[in-house]
């Protein structure tokens, strides 16, 4: 999946660090919280970036409390999502062997893996695009 980088500004840093001081959650206890490197919490707040990962940020703020809505960019005309056509008729050849599908659970465990299970479809479509 790849990554999408917001940057970073001034009144998201304070935001963030003022909802965690709201909540009186230390910076160590935040960053097991949304599985982030305490380190790098300290970086966020101290304005050491000028980028952040969209999804990190994202688990961030929600393990504070905050509701945060990101803008999402234009999908390019190109983007467009390929359906399959439907299936043909069966001929008397060997027929193609089935992909196997995920499991909901195997899809849940490689999303807890990556650290995104917390977030809805519509974040994780956004993420992909």
């Known amino acids: 999946m790849a990554t999408h980088r917001i940057p970073v500004t001034t009144s998201m840093c304070k935001g963030l660090k003022r909802a965690r001081e709201n909540a009186n959650i230390t910076q160590g206890a935040l960053a ?4 982030v490197p ?4 300290k970086r966020i707040e101290c304005l050491e970036l000028s980028s952040i990962d969209q999804a990190e940020y994202l688990r961030l703020t929600r393990a504070v409390g905050l ?3 990101l803008k999402r960019a234009p ?3 190109k983007a467009k999502v390929k359906l399959p056509e439907a299936p043909k008729a069966k001929t008397p050849a060997k027929a193609p062997k089935k992909k196997r599908q995920m499991t909901r659970a195997q899809a849940l465990a490689r999303l807890e893996k990556a650290g ?8 994780l479509l956004s993420l992909a695009s």
């Open 67 to 69: 509701k945060v809505a």
């Open 116 to 123: 995104l299970a917390d977030l809805t479809v519509r974040e």
């Open 32 to 35: 097991q919280k949304a599985n």
């Open 75 to 77: 999908v390019p005309a």
């Open 38 to 41: 305490r380190a790098r919490i």
